[in-house]
C-alpha cells in the first residue's frame, strides 16, 4: 500500500518553504551589501557563473511558488458553457453568463 499526502497539504508545505527560501535569496543576494551580493561581485572568472547560478535559483523559487499555488488551489474544474437552445440537440447553441 502506498500512502500519499494531499495535495493540499504538499501546496502548503511548498508555499511555505518556497517563500522562505526567496526571501532569504532577495536578502542575501540581491539587498544585502555583501560579497554575495550579484551587484557587488568582484570581476573574476567565476563571477558570471555566481551570476548565473543566483537568477537560477531565482526562477526555481518562483517556480516552487507557482507549484504551491497549484497544489494548494486544488484540481481544475470545467463545466460546460454552452447548451442547446430550446432543449433541442444538435442545433443553435447560446453562450451562458451564468450557472
Given amino acids: 500500500m502506498l500512502w500519499k499526502l494531499s495535495d493540499r497539504f504538499i501546496g502548503l508545505v511548498s508555499l511555505i518553504f518556497f517563500s522562505a527560501a526567496l526571501s532569504a535569496d532577495l536578502y542575501e543576494h540581491f539587498l544585502h551589501p555583501s560579497l554575495n551580493n550579484v551587484f557587488m ?51 443553435a447553441t447560446r453562450l451562458l453568463s451564468h450557472a
Fill in 41 to 91: 561581485v568582484a570581476p573574476a572568472d567565476w563571477a558570471a557563473w555566481f551570476k548565473g547560478s543566483v537568477y537560477i535559483l531565482f526562477a526555481l523559487e518562483i517556480l516552487g511558488l507557482l507549484f504551491g499555488a497549484l497544489s494548494l488551489g486544488g484540481t481544475i474544474r470545467t463545466r460546460p458553457t454552452l447548451k442547446p437552445v430550446d432543449g433541442k440537440t444538435g442545433g
